[in-house]
């Protein structure tokens, strides 16, 4: 490992930049607040709090039964490492050298930042990115898997289930009925489906408020004649017009319907870019399609993580800036002769309110994600 061989480029800049980037494009850090962490471990106490138990009404010189103390699982695991790469090789290298040479003489400060920055800007977002995959993929399916077909190095060690074998028996199944939601005339989202979940969820002292699900999925349940009649405008009845709502129309016609207990939808709509082991890379929305994830809240967990050991090597030649749980740094090499940029960070969205929250498939009556 040797010293950049980007001109100019000092620590204090690259700090400087990396701290005007942000997690606006993504939703983990509202889902999942950041929460920093000083071991490579998380762990937390769920209470399964909200029951309102009833005193009962006893004889006067008679015992007093104990009630039950709510049921704190402790849920766990480890902080894995995210990392990715970019390099520039000896072409690109020369390139910028023959760039810096022509400016010598006037050299273009935005340029000779920009040549650097574009790598700093990719790694970023490639943890973010990972980040933000983790934390859909587990709200859709209650569960996070890495193999061949979304991740470059397998890791199955960083395997998460929250429900396993559970998931058949207590999160789904809950549609009563219901046709799938791609069959219009017979689904019936609201009054079968999104009930069936809101009274099961009630009778256990759980408040379903929000109903995530990805943009494709809102599609689908625009389209259904029911949702399509329930939250049509009086003009659009009185001329018999069928037009898909929006979300505020369906919100409204949600919060009119009592049964529904106040319940709204939320859409999850991002892309992400996975690069797979041959090269070749797939992008969609981590957050599953045909699935609907009732919460009581916005906030399903937080995102722990811990600061890089790599921030505490001292002497080293590489130059390194951090951004909230983002390590960025660069180096050089001498065989082959490369630039190096990486983005790194200890860190994992946790779903700790899963077992306050329900999951139901759209597409069929069983659970078979």
């Not at 010598?104 to 973010?128: H, I």
């Not at 967990?301 to 030649?317: C, H, I, Q, R, V």
Request: charged letters at 25%.
């Amino acid at each position: 490992m040797q010293k950049s061989l980007m001109i100019g480029i000092t620590e204090k800049d690259m700090q400087a930049v990396i701290n005007t980037y942000d997690l606006k494009p993504y939703y983990y850090p509202t889902l999942f607040p950041l929460k920093e962490n000083y071991t490579l471990s998380w762990k937390a106490l769920e209470a399964q709090v909200g029951l309102k138990i009833a005193g009962d009404l006893v004889a006067r010189g008679a015992s007093i039964n104990k009630k039950t103390r709510e049921a704190i699982a402790r849920i766990q695991g480890d902080i894995p490492k995210i990392a990715i790469k970019r390099t520039k090789d000896e072409n690109e290298l020369n390139e910028y050298d023959i760039m810096v040479a022509m400016t010598s003489q006037s050299p273009d400060l935005r340029a000779l930042v920009e040549a650097w920055a574009e790598d700093t800007k990719y790694c970023w977002d490639g943890v973010a990115a990972r980040l933000e995959w983790i934390a859909l993929r587990t709200a859709s399916l209650g569960k996070v898997k890495f193999d061949n077909s979304n991740n470059s190095s397998v890791v199955t060690e960083f395997d998460v289930d929250y429900f396993g074998d559970d998931i058949a028996d207590q999160k789904v199944g809950f549609q009563t009925g219901s046709a799938s939601w791609a069959t219009s005339a017979s689904a019936k989202p609201f009054s079968k489906d999104f009930k069936a979940i809101v009274k099961a969820a009630k009778a256990k002292g759980i408040s379903l408020k929000f109903a995530f699900m990805n943009l494709d999925t809102f599609s689908t349940l625009v389209e259904t004649e029911e949702v399509i009649k329930l939250s049509a405008s009086f003009a659009n009845n009185v001329l018999n017009i069928a037009q898909s709502p929006s979300l505020e129309q369906v919100n409204a016609a949600m919060r009119g319907l009592a049964y529904l207990k106040g319940l709204q939808i939320v859409i999850i709509d991002q892309d992400i870019t996975v690069e797979l082991p041959d090269g070749s890379r797939t992008t969609g929305n981590p957050f599953a399609d045909n699935v609907v994830m009732f919460s009581e809240t916005k906030v399903l967990g937080a995102t722990y993580w811990k600061k890089p050991a790599d921030m505490n090597l001292k002497g080293s030649a590489a130059i390194k800036a951090m951004n909230g749980h983002t390590c960025v740094k660069k180096y050089s090499t001498e065989e082959p002769i490369e630039e190096v940029t990486i983005g790194l960070a200890n860190a994992f969205p946790a779903w700790l309110s899963s077992q306050r929250s329900y999951l139901m498939a759209t597409d069929s009556n069983t659970w078979n994600k």
